[in-house]
């Protein structure tokens, strides 16, 4: 089997690692501008024999994703084919006929998440608050945060799209998401043009009440997840790896040892060439676009 990654920026050196524990080196190609020993093309319309290929892993800039997605399912048929999230930076009418397609919603594949997920089924969840927040300019030590892709709204940074994996696990926990009321907007003085802050209240369609709060702003990174229930309260800490909850009183407290997000890159690609029991669908991922759009529509400032 062939794998072709399209863009090779910090997320697509992410899935060659991945994917380099899956497949032998000599079977993973890529598309990119910088030099590669396994370079193709340095523009995916310029990759020869393309329905030789069998995987493809776009991740490249957000605004792109539209263009090359179209162009693959164009000319290619009963291929797997992966795109980084998110989706699009906006709503586009695309109809997949012919190819199965999947988002890269990564945190689906982090072990205490899929422990909440667990413990949810069982439970009747009163409310959920999820939060992510962490200073811009810190975020990539190595590359300027104005030049990067999330300072620039045509480029599809900003919290909404940037930091929707919270919205994706919003909806893969807890069933369709209705917002409620959002405010967003650009409130610091970060050289950006994208907003830096979103504040989102959403109702499930058996009641759950959803907060959603995500900025660029914090310069103490935290990224968690705390979810009230009828029998207990459940904290996931995706900063420290660790899990708490109080259930009937009974309090219990788990952490991972050494664990790294690229195992969780592993575990995605893994399921996704093993059939994709748990992987963002296209038509998840278009739902969420949706809300997405809606979002920006209808929001505060």
């Not at 524990?21 to 393309?50: C, G, M, W, Y």
């Not at 957000?62 to 795109?83: A, P, R």
């Not at 439970?123 to 104005?146: E, H, K, M, V």
């Not at 040892?257 to 893994?270: L, P, S």
Request: charged letters at 20%.
């Amino acid at each position: 089997m062939k794998v072709l990654i399209i863009g090779y920026g910090s997320a697509g050196k992410q899935h060659e690692k991945a994917l380099a524990s899956i497949f032998p080196s000599n079977q993973l190609f890529v598309v990119t501008r910088q030099e590669h020993p396994n370079k193709v093309a340095t523009a995916l319309k310029d990759v020869k024999n393309i329905q030789d290929y069998h995987y493809f892993v776009i991740a490249s800039k957000t605004n792109l994703h539209y263009e090359q997605l179209s162009h693959l399912c164009t000319l290619l048929d009963d291929k797997v084919i992966f795109c980084e999230k998110p989706l699009f930076e906006k709503s586009h009418a695309l109809n997949i006929k012919n190819n199965q397609v999947y988002i890269g919603y990564l945190l689906r594949y982090h072990p205490l998440i899929q422990k909440l997920k667990t413990v949810l089924f069982e439970a009747t969840s009163i409310s959920a608050n999820f939060y992510c927040g962490q200073y811009l300019p810190t975020w990539r030590p190595t590359q300027d945060y104005t030049s990067s892709y999330s300072a620039s709204k045509s480029q599809g940074g900003g919290v909404l799209l940037d930091l929707s994996h919270e919205l994706d696990l919003a909806q893969w926990l807890f069933g369709n998401v209705q917002y409620r009321q959002a405010i967003m907007g650009k409130y610091s003085n970060l050289h950006i043009d994208s907003e830096d802050i979103l504040q989102l209240i959403c109702k499930t369609e058996t009641s759950t009440l959803i907060n959603i709060s995500l900025d660029y702003l914090s310069r103490i990174p935290k990224r968690f997840i705390i979810v009230h229930t009828q029998t207990g309260t459940h904290e996931v800490d995706l900063m420290n790896h660790t899990y708490q909850s109080i259930e009937n009183d009974e309090a219990s407290h788990h952490a991972l040892q050494n664990f790294h997000i690229q195992q969780a890159f592993e575990a995605m690609h893994r399921d996704i060439l093993n059939g994709a029991k748990q992987c963002c669908s296209f038509r998840e991922a278009v739902g969420l676009m949706q809300t997405i759009d809606e979002i920006r529509e209808h929001h505060y400032e």
